[in-house]
């Protein structure tokens, strides 16, 4: 039955429609009012140095990547004592460019951070939550959850590293133990030993070794993840796979990331009745190079580079894949302590995030206390900006020596 809309009604509609409008605008003018009156004064950029609690080894292309991670941070203060900071990497001219300009100019609510810093937005959506005393995932919607899933994504070739080459795949299950022991419910394994370090036959069967090995340690309640930095091909995909069976949440970057080869990937995961996902995407460097993919439906887990894209251009991917709920983000986060608080400020503003990446690095220049890890779960808090609180007495001491600073 077809039920038309009275003229009562349709006006009655449309008032509702045009009052929903008006407080909407007041709103954006109010928090437009509201950031003008904060003005950039400073801004602050050092490399920020985290060590990791191992050696992280090889992965199918590159070699041994080390014990530290390290990041371009920004510290950028307003005329009001408010400052923001954030992973980002800038230059002293651009960064100029932003002394004496106020925040709402920079602002764009729906959109994201338009501004001279372009990808480097993570200092200015901890600055502008601050300045609006409200969380920077709620600039981001507020629509996801409050609790994140995470894993542990460094599980690399450490059983090739010549002090533990005789104690092989046993290295590994130590690592994963450890990581246990700290709450992780979930690993992504590095895996293609025979693209570059081993025989290549010789690599895959350890490869699948390692994943069945990890598998019998963890239990059948903990997620794996492998990821062969495009170290295998189609065929040496579905060998692996078929030798370990359904034992993988998503696969990431088997090859070289292509539409109709991740469609056929797709299709073979589907006729052998499987569930696992196929990932990748942590080379695109803007939210188009995903179009053919969300429009075929080749992938199911994006991984754009949290730095790389920032968050206003994980946000518009985001959008974009709106609708399609088969495939989420999980953005790619390598040799970044902080990558991992910005995909959580990301995972908790939208509804489409999957899991975040950590690397287990450590930092004394942050407390980040506010964010609680149990269980294979960290919590997003509900603090101004991004909830991270920087020790000015480890920056003094450790970092003010080297860091650049342009101010009015």
């Known amino acids: 039955m077809t039920t038309h809309m009275n003229r009562r009604e349709f006006v009655q509609a449309a008032a509702s429609l045009a009052a929903g409008a008006r407080l909407l605008a007041t709103e954006m003018t109010r928090v437009a009012d509201d950031l003008r009156k904060f003005k950039i004064a400073q801004i602050t950029s050092f490399l920020h140095v985290c060590r990791r609690p191992k050696l992280v080894g090889k992965n199918s292309h590159l070699d041994v990547h080390g014990w530290e991670t390290r990041e371009n941070v ?58 609006l005393n409200q969380p920077a995932w709620r600039l981001l919607g507020g629509q996801g959850r409050e609790w994140i899933s995470i894993y542990d994504g460094g599980i690399y070739f450490n059983d090739l590293l010549p002090e533990y080459q005789e104690r092989g795949v046993a290295r590994l299950l130590e690592e994963v133990e450890e990581s246990l022991k700290e709450g992780h419910r979930a690993f992504k394994i590095k895996v293609g030993r025979g693209f570059k370090w081993m025989e290549a036959e010789a690599g895959v069967r350890r490869d699948i070794e390692v994943v069945k090995a990890i598998r019998r340690l963890a239990g059948k309640d903990v997620k794996l993840m492998v990821d062969a930095n495009n170290g295998f091909n189609l065929e040496t995909t579905l060998k692996f796979l078929d030798a370990l069976g359904e034992e993988l949440f998503f696969i990431e970057e088997m090859f070289p990331e292509q539409v109709e080869q991740d469609l056929k990937l797709k299709e073979s995961l589907k006729e052998r009745g499987w569930k696992t996902r196929v990932a990748d995407g942590e080379s695109a460097r803007d939210v188009d190079h995903f179009d053919a993919y969300i429009q075929s439906e080749a992938l199911d887990v994006l991984q754009p580079d949290i730095r790389a894209f920032g968050l206003s251009r994980q946000w518009e991917l985001s959008r974009k894949i709106a609708g399609k709920t088969q495939i989420q983000l999980a953005p790619h986060n390598w040799g970044s302590f902080l990558g991992l608080h ?66 009015a």
Request: proline share 6%; aromatic share 8%; glycine share 12%.
């Open 74 to 131: 920004l510290r950028i203060a307003t005329d009001q004592g408010i400052e923001g900071v954030g992973v980002g990497s800038t230059t002293p001219e651009k960064a100029s460019a932003l002394i004496g300009h106020t925040l709402d100019e920079y602002w764009k609510p729906g959109v994201g951070m338009i501004s001279p810093l372009g990808r480097a937005d993570h200092a200015l959506f901890d600055l502008v939550g601050k300045a």
């Open 342 to 407: 910005m995909q959580l400020v990301l995972a908790r503003g939208i509804p489409n995030f999957l899991l975040a990446e950590q690397d287990r690095s450590a930092s004394d220049l942050f407390d980040t206390s506010a964010f609680r890890f149990q269980e294979g779960e960290m919590r997003v808090p509900d603090l101004p900006g991004c909830g991270l609180v920087l020790r000015g007495d480890v920056y003094k001491r450790k970092y003010e020596p080297t860091a650049w600073t342009v101010t």
